[in-house]
């Protein structure tokens, strides 16, 4: 596997501190399984925040934290077990395996989705979206932030290439119309952030029927 986009070094830092919801830090991970370049730059970051943590003043804890904490623990009982979609008609990495999925549902000819159930998103939309080989996605802009981790096959748009493993980050700048690559159809994994704005006329009539 060649990768050749990657998450910019922002978000790889806010990965190493654990300050990205629990929807954009699955996409990241799911990009680290193959990308070892990516995977030593989260260490280093890792080292450099130990760093300053060490060289950093002790700061005491407010008054009841440590009660209030162990009060919440016991309150919260076990989770309730919600088994993961067991579909193995495609590959599905280690980060995702532990996460529920529903059905794929049609959203255009060619072109379907499926939700990730990420309990703690916080305002980021988590699903997986498939296309077939050779279509072209609606051209579209963003209101928010739109991460994408390609799982399989490839798809192209202004920016690049982007085949398995490579990451797309875009925000409320980016304006694009992605075409999958013939041959085998395209599964991505996205964590979006607002929503989708259709731009071509045909997109403009589906767009209040897309619910994603």
Same mark, same amino acid.
Do not use: N
């Given at each position: 596997?060649?990768? /050749?986009?990657?998450?910019?070094?922002?978000?790889?830092?806010?990965?190493?501190?654990?300050?990205?919801?629990?929807?954009?830090?699955?996409?990241?991970?799911?990009?680290?399984?193959?990308? #070892?370049?990516?995977?030593?730059?989260?260490?280093?970051?890792?080292?450099?925040?130990? *760093? $300053?943590?060490?060289?950093?003043?002790?700061? =005491?804890? +407010?008054?009841? $934290?440590?009660?209030?904490?162990?009060?919440? %623990?016991?309150?919260?009982?076990?989770?309730?077990?919600?088994?993961?979609?067991?579909?193995?008609?495609?590959?599905?990495?280690?980060?995702?395996?532990?996460?529920?999925?529903?059905?794929?549902?049609?959203? /255009?000819? =060619?072109? &379907?989705?499926?939700?990730?159930?990420?309990?703690? #998103?916080?305002?980021?939309?988590?699903?997986?979206?498939?296309?077939?080989?050779? %279509?072209? %996605?609606?051209?579209? $802009?963003?209101?928010?932030?739109?991460?994408?981790?390609?799982?399989?096959? /490839?798809?192209?748009?202004?920016? =690049?290439?982007? =085949?398995?493993?490579?990451?797309?980050?875009?925000?409320?700048?980016? +304006?694009? &119309?992605?075409?999958?690559?013939?041959?085998?159809?395209?599964?991505?994994?996205? #964590?979006? &952030?607002? &929503? *989708?704005?259709?731009?071509?006329?045909?997109?403009?009539? *589906?767009?209040?029927?897309?619910? *994603?």
């Amino acid at each position: 596997m060649t990768i /050749a986009h990657h998450p910019t070094d922002p978000t790889l830092a806010a990965f190493a501190a654990g300050t990205l919801d629990e929807g954009r830090a699955l996409v990241v991970s799911t990009h680290l399984v193959g990308c #070892a370049v990516c995977r030593g730059a989260v260490r280093s970051f890792e080292r450099l925040r130990g *760093i $300053a943590l060490e060289d950093g003043e002790p700061v =005491g804890l +407010e008054e009841g $934290a440590l009660q209030r904490a162990l009060r919440k %623990i016991s309150s919260d009982g076990p989770a309730e077990a919600t088994a993961p979609d067991r579909d193995h008609s495609e590959a599905r990495p280690t980060p995702l395996s532990a996460y529920s999925l529903g059905k794929w549902r049609r959203i /255009a000819p =060619g072109l &379907q989705w499926r939700p990730v159930a990420v309990p703690a #998103a916080e305002g980021t939309r988590v699903f997986m979206l498939k296309a077939a080989p050779g %279509i072209r %996605i609606p051209h579209h $802009a963003h209101a928010g932030l739109e991460w994408t981790c390609v799982l399989q096959g /490839a798809f192209s748009h202004r920016l =690049g290439r982007y =085949g398995a493993g490579d990451f797309d980050e875009a925000d409320d700048t980016i +304006e694009h &119309q992605p075409v999958v690559e013939e041959g085998v159809e395209c599964i991505c994994l996205v #964590a979006l &952030q607002g &929503q *989708i704005q259709l731009k071509s006329w045909m997109g403009r009539l *589906i767009q209040p029927f897309i619910r *994603i």
